[in-house]
């Protein structure tokens, strides 16, 4: 099979995992934890084919088979229910990855090589990120009464570092090597080129691509059993809507998700699609809609009335920083930053899951 072809990815049954304010490049990094030997050590699974598509500029869908999300799950679950000790190993260790990500931050200290800090990242989002949100998922799921488990896991999951690494320490990295290659505006071009095309040099790929943004094109940007495929198309809900069911643009004037704190407001709807809200004008009684939400967020959320989400579940950081400060939060829409539009009048009724768009922009 040509796994190069845009119609290779219709043989797989894929299922939707996680939406994020990506472009190619971090989403190339993205992929690297899927493959490397830390997740294999920690978890015992392989998920060797996974797939990337821009939904919007700089806003990526991310799927894997189902057959290995689900085998990744249960290996998750397993880890919690059957290994409790070694969580809070695990854990501890996030602890202290987050502790020298401080570091990193702050300039206390430096990585010498764009390879190493990735090789940081990788651990940090594994230790620090994802495994205290699958253990505050299980404790939930299965009623487990762990208090060790639930306080460690939620104060990582209230400082997540990984995002910021990731955008201030190795995006200008990345950005220093283009540059020193010879690439014009490497600013620009940093966001059309894989970390793993980049490590390799091949910056050949980039004049086409570039011309595809230009034109408006999206990319997906999947690795199937290896094979790399990086393609530029112009509209990427066709394939969005074929794997999915359902439209992410689909136009509704209710929306429906999970209470995650109760409270009932109405204000003006804000949608935010970067991981510090740098994109949206922000002020106070202003209901935050993001797809997730995180610790560089938190500016936004002390002023917002009421915190949407699309996506979420009992650990995510928008459920835990809304129940601190008693703000009505509404996660798992999976639709409230494409069907809300930035200014709309909206009503949020989180005793009832229900956000209700009163007023168009």
């Given at each position: 099979?040509n796994h190069n072809s845009i119609n290779a990815v219709y043989t797989y049954d894929w299922v939707h995992y996680l939406t994020r304010p990506f472009n190619l490049f971090t989403s190339s990094l993205w992929y690297e934890?899927?493959?490397?030997?830390?997740?294999?050590?920690?978890?015992?699974?392989?998920?060797?084919?996974?797939?990337?598509?821009?939904?919007?500029?700089?806003?990526?869908?991310?799927?894997?088979?189902?057959?290995?999300?689900d085998a990744y799950l249960s290996a998750l679950e397993a880890l919690v229910l059957d290994e409790p000790e070694r969580c809070v190993s695990l854990l501890r260790k996030g602890i202290e990855l987050n502790n020298y990500?401080?570091?990193?931050?702050?300039?206390?200290?430096?990585?010498?090589?764009?390879?190493?800090?990735?090789?940081?990242?990788?651990?940090?989002?594994?230790?620090?990120?994802?495994?205290?949100?699958?253990?505050?998922?299980?404790?939930?799921?299965?009623?487990?009464?762990?208090?060790?488990?639930?306080?460690?896991?939620?104060?990582?999951?209230?400082?997540?570092?990984?995002?910021?690494?990731?955008?201030?320490?190795?995006?200008?990295?990345?950005?220093?090597?283009?540059?020193?290659?010879?690439?014009?505006?490497?600013?620009?071009?940093?966001?059309?080129?894989?970390?793993?095309?980049?490590?390799?040099?091949?910056?050949?790929?980039?004049?086409?691509?570039?011309?595809?943004?230009?034109?408006?094109?999206?990319?997906?940007?999947?690795?199937?059993?290896?094979?790399?495929?990086?393609?530029?198309?112009?509209?990427?809900?066709?394939?969005?809507?074929?794997?999915?069911?359902?439209?992410?643009?689909?136009?509704?004037?209710?929306?429906?998700?999970?209470?995650?704190?109760?409270?009932?407001?109405?204000?003006?709807?804000?949608?935010?699609?970067?991981?510090?809200?740098?994109?949206?004008?922000?002020?106070?009684?202003?209901?935050?809609?993001?797809?997730?939400s995180n610790p560089h967020l938190m500016p936004l959320i002390t002023k917002a009335a009421a915190i949407v989400t699309d996506e979420g579940g009992v650990g995510c950081h928008a459920a835990i920083v809304s129940r601190?400060?008693?703000?009505?939060?509404?996660?798992?829409?999976?639709?409230?930053?494409?069907?809300?539009?930035?200014?709309?009048?909206?009503?949020?009724?989180?005793?009832?899951?229900?956000?209700?768009?009163?007023?168009?922009?």
């Amino acid at each position: 099979m040509n796994h190069n072809s845009i119609n290779a990815v219709y043989t797989y049954d894929w299922v939707h995992y996680l939406t994020r304010p990506f472009n190619l490049f971090t989403s190339s990094l993205w992929y690297e934890w899927y493959v490397a030997p830390e997740r294999q050590e920690l978890f015992g699974v392989e998920i060797d084919t996974v797939m990337f598509i821009e939904e919007t500029p700089n806003v990526v869908r991310n799927y894997r088979i189902r057959e290995q999300h689900d085998a990744y799950l249960s290996a998750l679950e397993a880890l919690v229910l059957d290994e409790p000790e070694r969580c809070v190993s695990l854990l501890r260790k996030g602890i202290e990855l987050n502790n020298y990500a401080t570091r990193y931050m702050s300039g206390t200290s430096s990585f010498d090589t764009l390879e190493s800090a990735v090789q940081f990242l990788i651990p940090l989002a594994l230790h620090a990120t994802v495994l205290p949100y699958f253990v505050l998922r299980t404790l939930e799921l299965k009623n487990i009464n762990n208090t060790e488990l639930r306080e460690l896991a939620t104060s990582l999951r209230i400082d997540s570092y990984y995002p910021k690494v990731m955008q201030d320490i190795i995006v200008p990295m990345a950005v220093k090597q283009l540059s020193e290659l010879g690439i014009n505006e490497p600013e620009h071009a940093l966001e059309c080129i894989t970390y793993q095309e980049l490590r390799a040099r091949t910056t050949s790929v980039l004049n086409q691509r570039l011309q595809d943004r230009l034109a408006g094109k999206l990319f997906v940007f999947h690795v199937i059993r290896g094979e790399h495929s990086v393609q530029y198309v112009d509209d990427t809900q066709k394939l969005i809507v074929t794997i999915e069911g359902f439209d992410a643009n689909q136009n509704q004037k209710t929306l429906h998700g999970t209470v995650a704190h109760p409270g009932k407001v109405t204000g003006t709807a804000r949608i935010v699609r970067t991981i510090d809200g740098s994109d949206v004008t922000f002020n106070p009684g202003d209901i935050l809609v993001s797809i997730n939400s995180n610790p560089h967020l938190m500016p936004l959320i002390t002023k917002a009335a009421a915190i949407v989400t699309d996506e979420g579940g009992v650990g995510c950081h928008a459920a835990i920083v809304s129940r601190e400060l008693q703000i009505p939060c509404i996660i798992g829409t999976h639709v409230a930053t494409t069907t809300l539009h930035d200014g709309d009048l909206v009503e949020v009724d989180a005793d009832n899951g229900a956000v209700t768009i009163l007023e168009r922009a």
